[in-house]
């Protein structure tokens, strides 16, 4: 009867060991899920920093896509939105260069022309966000999308191996077709709020160096015309 016991305290003590080791990989998995968690949102969307001499790798080229095509309202331009990242990857070497779907550049398409252009060059920077601006503003037939701004972050100014959200900011402004692309305003933490007055006439209310201001700018002359701290 004790050998029976014996047996039976040797099979209890298994089974706890067992779920113990259970335990742990779920811990060490769940800590390790968190990590990755917390990396991504740290970087947002983000994009390896790369010199501008480099030749992007077949490993990078294949991370790009279109995400979204959409007509531009009033005009006769279609826009293709290049992204790049391994969307759903779990693997710690491609999270270390990319967190997913980064917007990196715009590809436009004019139906009439059958002509392409994209916003940048190369597919290095982030664009944080894009906006459009129509006159007149409010939905009507005979609305046109006027210009589009853009957030974009193009450096690595916190040195942290990518290019993100965290890193400071330009606010650029174009037209529709992404032509005459001209930068504003340089080394924004962040950009508050975009609104354009009438056809021409434009606000940012952004903040720099713990600093918030706003810019008036005349885009039909491409100049900033006044700025004013508010806070």
């Not at 990396?39 to 501008?52: C, Y």
């Not at 990319?98 to 139906?111: G, K, R, V």
């Not at 601006?133 to 450096?155: E, H, L, N, Q």
């Not at 930068?183 to 720099?208: A, H, P, S």
């Amino acid at each position: 009867m004790k050998r029976f016991f014996r047996v039976i305290w040797k099979i209890n003590a298994l089974l706890i060991c067992l779920a113990g080791l259970l335990l742990t990989v779920m811990l060490t998995f769940a800590l390790f899920s968190m990590l990755q968690s917390m990396l991504w949102d740290r970087h947002g969307a983000a994009i390896a920093v790369r010199s501008k001499s480099e030749t992007p790798t077949p490993k990078e080229i294949a991370k790009l896509s279109i995400e979204k095509v959409e007509s531009l309202d009033g005009t006769t331009i279609v826009r293709c939105t290049v992204q790049s990242g391994d969307s759903g990857s779990s693997k710690m070497d491609s999270l270390s260069r990319y967190s997913p779907l980064a917007t990196c550049n715009y590809i436009f398409f004019d139906t009439t022309t059958n002509q392409q252009t994209q916003l940048f060059p190369t597919n290095t920077n982030v664009i944080v966000e894009s906006n459009d601006f129509y006159f007149p503003s409010t939905p009507c037939d005979k609305r046109v999308t006027k210009w589009t701004s853009y957030i974009v972050a193009d450096k690595d100014t916190d040195n942290d191996g990518v290019i993100s959200a965290s890193d400071l900011k330009s606010l650029a402004i174009t037209h529709a077709d992404g032509k005459d692309f001209h930068v504003y305003l340089t080394d924004l933490d962040r950009v508050l709020k975009t609104e354009l007055i009438g056809e021409n006439d434009f606000y940012v209310f952004y903040e720099q160096n713990h600093t918030v201001s706003v810019s008036r700018i005349d885009l039909s002359n491409q100049k900033i015309i006044q700025t004013q701290k508010i806070f």
